[in-house]
């Protein structure tokens, strides 16, 4: 284990001098003020330096290689995004400035809805959400308005259970009852089966499209049709619209309310927490209850307004993670229309490639062609004692990143790989390489994989107790 940078500290020890006062010195006596110094550690600049170097080297990131994170996108960030994201007129500017003084800042998050508005065929979007899960909490927030504005008492939201995991918990928070739906044995939702379902008590279907096995609703128009024969309303999880940009427009197949994840589909870096934003798009009947402010045009001036009668209100301060829309809004104008085509077609085409590929290792339940993302089963390595945890800590001696596992919940042993459009033929190869390799190990050596991994800088963590307990205590009194 390497030092960490307290224990590195040594008294006296300075990267930075800050030059001698030549004011006057006055002591301030406050009731908060510290007692004790603060207890940061002490070290030259070379060596800060380069213990961090050392720590960024340790980590794997969308940098070094493949990140084929089922579900998350996991794509480039191209750089000239960070770059516009660095103009002075942006960084330097105060969220409480006048908008006479944000004219640029205003029109960028007025052109970025536009923009979104044309992808998806939705009427507006607020740009407020901070994430997918805030934007799916927005979204219901916004239906259970409208539902209180018709006086009706609707209780109940159905989602498939290929629907991302975050749906249930924010339909609980808003205090709906999530119900779920079956999917049928190709993993799709079976209109039949929807149709007994939907009562006069269901609020909304939320589902997440394509789903989380990776596979676009063939039925989607009839089930839009049964939802909306109901009174209800649909909700579509679009954080992976990645599969289907200029290919097809939720707001023209009847899609009410929807959000978009900007860190997965629109190219910002995520992980680690964010900063992320997932805008919520509403169909016409809907633009009343999204949150305020919103930013209008009114001859070429662009202006806040914050006055809404049927607003659910605010729900992040000022416009959102303005940042992050700037590095969406650079991807989307870098690409163009037909670019932004080629992205989803392009992440199909590596999808499918890979599992074509995958499927002679692995099982795959739900054969056929697949959108931006497959799910695998490892289900055929249990003969020898191998489980899917087993073969992605192997992955990770072979130093490539892991799918996501165990997700979605329907498929047993998952694998769940998506491997986005922007990975070449050969690191495509190369990923599949690895994990045939793992399949013919399992068979051949599997204490090869029980053991895995032993080049990481840790092994195997008790992942409960690191996600739920972490010891992130340090040395040296940091009160
Ligand atoms: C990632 C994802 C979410 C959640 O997005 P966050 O930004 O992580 O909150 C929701 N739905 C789907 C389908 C996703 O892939």
Do not use: W
Not at 135 to 160: H, N, Q, S
Not at 179 to 187: D, F, Q, Y
Not at 247 to 261: A, K, Q
Not at 295 to 323: C, D, T
């Amino acid at each position: 284990m390497s030092k960490t940078i307290f224990e590195k500290s040594r008294p006296g020890r300075r990267g930075y001098r800050i030059p001698e006062s030549d004011c006057p010195i006055r002591s301030i006596d406050l009731p908060h003020m510290r007692k004790t110094p603060l207890g940061l550690p002490e070290m030259g600049e070379q060596d800060i330096v380069r213990h961090y170097v050392e720590l960024a080297s340790k980590n794997y990131h969308v940098d070094k290689g493949i990140y084929p994170l089922g579900s998350c996108t996991m794509k480039y960030n191209p750089l000239v995004n960070e770059e516009v994201a660095r103009l002075d007129g942006f960084t330097g500017l105060h969220p409480e400035q006048n908008a006479s003084d944000a004219q640029g800042a205003l029109e960028l998050a007025y052109r970025l809805e536009r923009a979104l508005c044309d992808l998806t065929g939705m009427a507006a979007f607020t740009l407020q959400p901070a994430a997918g899960a805030h934007g799916e909490l927005t979204g219901i927030m916004i239906a259970r308005a409208y539902f209180a504005g018709r006086g009706e008492k609707r209780k109940v939201v159905l989602i498939p259970d290929s629907a991302h995991g975050t749906n249930p918990a924010s339909v609980a928070t808003c205090g709906f009852a999530p119900k779920t739906i079956a999917s049928n044995e190709r993993g799709l939702i079976d209109p039949e089966l929807l149709e007994r379902t939907v009562t006069d008590e269901t609020a909304v279907l939320m589902l997440t499209l394509p789903n989380t096995l990776g596979l676009f609703e063939s039925s989607i128009g009839e089930i839009i049709r049964i939802v909306h024969a109901k009174g209800a309303l649909v909700y579509m999880d679009g954080a992976n619209m990645n599969a289907l940009l200029g290919i097809v427009r939720p707001g023209e197949i009847g899609v009410d309310i929807m959000h978009l994840n900007l860190h997965k589909t629109f190219s910002t870096p995520h992980g680690g927490g964010g900063p992320g934003s997932g805008p919520v798009g509403v169909a016409k009947h809907l633009v009343d209850y999204l949150p305020v402010p919103r930013v209008v045009e009114e001859g070429g001036v662009f202006k806040l307004v914050s006055r809404s009668e049927k607003s659910i209100g605010r729900v992040h301060p000022y416009l959102g993670n303005f940042n992050v829309f700037v590095k969406a809004y650079a991807y989307i104008r870098t690409l163009g229309g037909p670019g932004l085509r080629e992205v989803a077609e392009n992440a199909i085409l590596n999808a499918n490639y890979l599992s074509a590929r995958l499927k002679k290792s692995y099982d795959l339940k739900y054969p056929g062609p697949c959108m931006h993302e497959f799910v695998l089963s490892a289900r055929n390595l249990k003969k020898f004692g191998v489980r899917a945890t087993d073969v992605v800590k192997r992955l990770l001696d072979y130093g490539l990143h892991a799918p996501t596992v165990y997700f979605p919940l329907i498929v047993e042993e998952a694998l769940m790989i998506e491997p986005v459009e922007t990975e070449s033929k050969e690191t495509l190869d190369h990923f599949a390489d690895a994990l045939e390799k793992i399949a013919e190990e399992a068979e051949k050596c599997p204490e090869k994989l029980h053991e895995a991994p032993v080049t990481t800088p840790v092994r195997r963590l008790d992942e409960a107790v690191a996600a739920r307990c972490p010891d992130l205590c340090c040395p040296g009194d940091l009160e």
